[in-house]
């Protein structure tokens, strides 16, 4: 990282809520979609995830953390 002027990023050691964000993500995901499903292909995986982020997740899904709104909703109501 130094050799590209980077520098690493992190929080406390043993903060349990380092992760909170994406964990939650990772097991919604599984939830709603991984687990649901027996897939036979690499690319059945990656479009379906796409699909599921970018149609579903990031815009339609209501989210406790925005008082149960969709992300969309929520910056229309914002801005």
Same mark, same amino acid.
């Given at each position: *990282?130094?050799?590209? %002027?980077? =520098? /690493?990023? *992190?929080? %406390? @050691? %043993?903060?349990?809520?380092?992760?909170?964000?994406?964990?939650?993500?990772? @097991?919604?995901? @599984?939830?709603? *979609? !991984?687990? #649901?499903?027996? $897939?036979? =292909?690499? #690319?059945?995986?990656? !479009?379906?995830?796409?699909?599921?982020?970018? %149609?579903?997740?990031?815009?339609?899904?209501?989210?406790? /953390?925005?008082? $149960?709104?969709?992300? !969309?909703?929520?910056?229309? @109501?914002?801005?």
């Amino acid at each position: *990282m130094r050799n590209h %002027g980077l =520098t /690493a990023s *992190m929080s %406390g @050691k %043993g903060n349990c809520y380092d992760n909170a964000a994406v964990e939650s993500f990772f @097991k919604s995901l @599984k939830a709603e *979609m !991984v687990w #649901r499903r027996n $897939w036979q =292909t690499r #690319r059945e995986v990656e !479009v379906a995830l796409f699909e599921y982020i970018n %149609g579903f997740y990031n815009f339609r899904r209501r989210h406790s /953390a925005l008082g $149960w709104k969709s992300p !969309v909703a929520f910056e229309r @109501k914002a801005a």
